[in-house]
């Protein structure tokens, strides 16, 4: 009787620590899914602005001269490595009329469109990416804009001797470096280009947010374009192209690093995060399908188990439960008698979880999986609620 009454405690604290995990969870995903205050955001883009603004007004020393000298230098690498072709393109562009113009305004104003259509497409219809895709598009900017500052170069088109052609200019192109609206704004700001970045950023977070196979596809040609665009009509090199793309790629893995993770809790009964940056909690949450047939594993709860069990040792008991709308949580009971799970779209979601992931055994809430647990004494007091904190 006395093992069974054991048994039977335990158990109840098993199931109390899935119910304070998955309240945990539920309103973690619920704040996420919460839109911020717009204003926040308009705040947060005039701040970005204003840095932009700053650093371009306070220029180091010989600031023009070390940006003609860097963009100099930029096309002589290229020259070194057979891939400057900038003012072939260049050339070609300028003699193509109608061709030209349309060049000149898809240069001025696409990026920013582009942009635009993508936060508020974000922020109204996948509000649980917006936070993701808002943070990647501020470090991007973060990171150009000290670039511009510590290290400034001219584009193609502002090398004297150079041979090229200031089509965006020449054409008299509206909002652009050819109208007096635009006259003080920095034009020494050629690396990184944040044409191509802004595009890119776009087309990643349509892509992550699960836009519609089309508007994706219409991304993608976006950034080819653009990247054609800038180079031919005299804005920026290639290298500019290739250090937009790297500004956004590490924007996305400072988004990922810091967007959390799986919540555990250690035999000890503190909380702690399952390496974010392979198991983001957003990946690892899929909403409930109407799809008869089970939703496939994705990376994240992959990289959510395997980290797991490389924490806490193997063999890993793994139990499925099913928590109604959510899906399915698959409790996991480290060597160690730590507790985590990872939740998924549906039971047979799970399964096929359990079977993938080497040193992880299916068990039941029997004698045997809860003498396994191990519950720490601040996990204790956190089951027992606040009266039991008095």
Known sequence: MGATSSDAWYTGCVLTTGSVTSTTRDSTDRRRRRRPRWWVEILLGL????????????????????????GEDILALEAVLHTDFERSVNHWLADRGWLT?????????????????????????RPHHYGWGRNVFVVVNVLAILCFWLYPVAPPRLLPEAGFLDTVRLGGTWGSWGSPMLDGANQLAAMPSLHLGWALWASVALGRGGAPRPAQ?????????????????GNHYWLDALGGAVVVGLGVLAADAVGGGAVTWTASGRRSLWRPRLAPYTDAVTETTTNSAAPAVKSAQFAAARAFVA?????????????????????????????????????????????????????????????????GPEHRRRMAGPRARR
């Open 47 to 70: 701040l970005l602005f204003g840095l932009y603004a700053l650093l371009g007004g306070l220029p180091l020393p010989g600031h023009e001269r070390r940006a003609v000298a860097n």
């Open 101 to 125: 113009i349309v060049a000149n305004y898809e240069y001025a104003f696409s990026y920013l469109a582009v942009t635009l259509i993508t936060l508020v497409w974000l922020y109204r219809r």
């Open 217 to 233: 596809v219409a991304s993608a040609v976006h950034v080819a374009v653009t990247f054609v665009v800038i180079v031919a009509t």
């Open 311 to 375: 924490d806490h040792g193997k063999p890993a008991k793994a139990v499925v439960q099913r928590i109604g709308r959510a899906g399915a949580r698959v409790v996991l009971v480290g060597d160690d008698g730590a507790l985590g799970d990872v939740v998924v779209p549906s039971v047979e979601t799970g399964e096929a979880l359990i079977e993938a992931v080497d040193g992880v055994e299916a068990a039941e809430w029997d004698a045997e999986t809860v003498s396994a647990t191990v519950i």
